[in-house]
């Protein structure tokens, strides 16, 4: 049986194997560990019965008013562990956190458009596309869009947070997180 647990910064160490995925966006070490500081409880990995490191999702809270949300900085499983269910509840913890402790309206998340398994993913965790991002990925001639998904939390009776056919609504980045 695998063990969901709270990320240690000694696992830095460890997840070369899961990080080195092409569609794995992987950051500096201060960055991970500023994430480890700052929103400990929506950062967790998951270890195998061999004590290996089979995946992880990196979180936080942020937005204000009816964009206060959790966010999914990031989520990878390694290509031995995939397709048994991690990310799924992987991404129900942080679901859970950022419903129960930080009270958001929803949960969002990038992912590449051309990442089609993962949208389909997504998708199927009940994630919809709420804007599509222009060159979030990059900024040379090899950018790419990004898809926005967001997934409503009990909070948002209405469901105020999302909108149908957000593959068409084209947003620049710099027009992000406008609630700052």
């Given at each position: 049986?695998?063990?969901?647990?709270?990320?240690?910064?000694?696992?830095?160490?460890?997840?070369?194997n899961v990080n080195l995925d092409?569609?794995?966006e992987t950051y500096n070490i201060s960055f991970y560990l500023q994430y480890l500081a700052q929103w400990p409880d929506l950062f967790v990995v998951q270890k195998?019965?061999?004590?290996?490191?089979?995946?992880?999702?990196?979180?936080?809270?942020?937005?204000?008013?009816?964009?206060?949300?959790?966010?999914?900085t990031a989520i990878t499983v390694s290509p031995?562990?995939?397709?048994?269910?991690?990310?799924e509840g992987m991404m129900n913890l942080l679901e859970q956190v950022s419903e129960k402790t930080y009270d958001g309206w929803f949960v969002d998340l990038y992912v590449r458009v051309s990442n089609a398994v993962a949208v389909d993913m997504?998708?199927?965790?009940?994630?919809?596309?709420?804007r599509r991002v222009r060159n979030y990925y990059g900024g040379s001639a090899q950018s790419e869009d990004a898809f926005d998904m967001r997934k409503p939390l009990p909070r948002d009776k209405l469901k105020e947070t999302?909108?149908?056919n957000g593959?068409?609504?084209?947003?620049?980045?710099?027009?992000?997180?406008?609630?700052?």
């Open positions: 049986m695998s063990l969901l647990r709270r990320f240690k910064a000694t696992d830095l160490f460890e997840f070369n092409v569609l794995t195998s019965p061999l004590n290996s490191l089979m995946g992880y999702v990196m979180g936080k809270a942020e937005g204000t008013g009816k964009n206060w949300h959790g966010h999914v031995e562990y995939r397709r048994l269910g991690l990310a997504y998708k199927k965790f009940g994630y919809s596309v709420y999302i909108r149908e593959e068409n609504v084209f947003v620049n980045p710099e027009e992000l997180d406008s609630w700052r």
